[in-house]
């Protein structure tokens, strides 16, 4: 476990391996537990740094705010403190989306960009999410938190068994949301998804020139699987890959695949 200390917090991060430097960013929900499978493949070839954004897993929230852009300042801060110069950027869901903010605003730093089940239209996620997104849940929250309490432990209680329409191993996914979920607060979970709600990349995203990935997942419940043609079409050289047996999280779900296809795409583009 290693720590950096920022002004809006402590930033929470496991590295593992040797190498080139490689980031991975998880969704929405998560912590950097979403990658341990990932960190021991990539880990093998790559220096893997997998972050908590502010207010997730175990990273700190001290006058940090939530949005999607923040976690792209983030990203930079991060990569500056560490000396970590250009670096591929391996982005789940939220975490993708944060990866090509990273990738049109410091083009420099980021040598190409792997999206996973990731929103280019936040209008793309699913109904439940778009009901998250609300902005008004904040101030209920804030001013009723005994219900915003309640709330997460039946969210808990939820993810445990809908996680079973969500991935394969839907115990284990279950058991790690649950985990996840504990240790959040009212701003990282409502802000993170109401900006995420709002954000559209479809403007800016055919500035990005560097090599792009989509994974998705046919089953993707979480978000939309067409996202996979909108990235396509506003960034022509993406490379599409389609998991047919896979929902939101294929690192799970066809983990051999998975990180055969990432680590053909951070060796060859």
């Known amino acids: ?60 929230e001290q006058g940090a705010d939530f949005s999607v852009d923040n976690f792209v300042l983030l990203v930079n801060e991060f990569m500056d403190r560490l000396g970590i110069v250009k670096a591929p950027l391996i982005g789940h869901s939220m975490g993708g989306t944060v990866s090509l903010g990273a990738a049109i605003r410091h083009p420099e730093k980021v040598v190409k960009v792997i999206v996973i089940g990731s929103p280019i239209q936040g209008s793309s996620l699913s109904p439940l999410l778009r009901i998250a997104s609300y902005s008004g ?60 709600r709002k954000t559209d990349l479809t403007a800016r995203i055919g500035e990005i020139k560097l090599p792009i990935m989509g994974v998705y997942g046919k089953k993707d419940l979480i978000v939309h699987p067409g996202q996979s043609r909108v990235l396509k079409q506003y960034a022509p050289q993406s ?20 990180h055969e296809t990432v680590r053909s795409f951070l060796n060859n583009g």
């Open 1 to 60: 476990m290693a720590t950096l200390v920022t002004e809006q917090g402590i930033v929470h991060y496991e590295a593992y391996g040797r190498g080139r430097p490689v980031l991975l960013l998880h969704g929405w929900l998560g912590s950097w537990a979403l990658w341990r499978s990932t960190i021991a493949e990539l880990g093998k070839e790559f220096r893997t740094y997998a972050l908590d954004f502010w207010g997730f897993g175990e990273s700190g």
């Open 137 to 196: 849940w904040i101030g209920l929250a804030e001013t009723a938190p005994f219900l915003f309490n309640g709330f997460m432990r039946l969210l808990k209680t939820g993810v445990r068994g809908g996680s079973y329409l969500l991935a394969k191993d839907g115990k284990a996914l279950g058991n790690m949301l649950a985990a996840d979920i504990s240790g959040l607060t009212v701003g990282p979970f409502f802000e993170s998804i109401g900006t995420l």
């Open 239 to 258: 490379k599409i890959a389609w998991f047919e047996g896979s929902g939101h999280f294929p690192m799970m779900d066809e983990p051999q695949r998975f």
